[in-house]
């Protein structure tokens, strides 16, 4: 069923509910999901104290909870370490070391990544977090480079 087709459906059996649909890779070189540095809002929040809010991917191990720990870190106010490890003591969740990087260096610039109004300088700690993930993609194509081509029949 297409994410139309979902969101038609919601708003006729679910009365007040909306659909926000991100697409990520499961790579550790790519941005975390629901993209924590863009201006795209956060998953809207419930509509009432006792709603829900649906979060899922594929398997539930890397990009959702990554969203959860997120959103838990910003709405909360509570630090990376302490948040991954409520997390994980009620869900089995494994986020890729780039999105684990990702949150510790977005907690550290207290969710704000940017110096500017311009929205062109960012902080140093995340600076320093897009300096690995460029040394880290770097490394990845050279290793693609190294590989030998399989012989061709």
């Known amino acids: 069923m297409a994410s139309s087709e979902l969101s038609f459906l919601s708003s006729i059996l679910i ?6 649909v991100r697409h990520a890779s499961e790579s550790p070189v ?6 924590l540095t ?11 104290p006792t709603a829900a809010v649906l979060i899922h991917c594929v398997t539930g191990k890397s990009r959702s909870p990554t969203i959860v720990i997120a959103l838990l870190m910003q709405k909360l106010r509570i630090p990376f ?3 991954i490890k409520f997390v994980k003591s009620k869900q089995k969740v494994q986020p890729n070391r780039g999105f684990l990087r990702q949150l510790e260096a977005w907690d550290q610039v207290e969710y704000q990544i940017w110096e500017d109004e311009e929205k062109t300088v960012p902080k140093a700690a995340y600076k320093d977090f897009l300096e690995e993930q460029k040394a880290l993609l770097k490394e990845r194509e050279l290793k693609k ?6 012989a061709k029949l």
């Open 81 to 83: 370490t302490e948040i």
């Open 15 to 20: 009365p007040g509910t909306s659909e926000q």
């Open 145 to 150: 480079t190294l590989q030998p081509e399989p």
């Open 30 to 35: 790519v941005e975390a999901p629901g993209n």
């Open 38 to 48: 863009s201006s795209a809002p956060a998953p809207a929040p419930a509509p009432n």
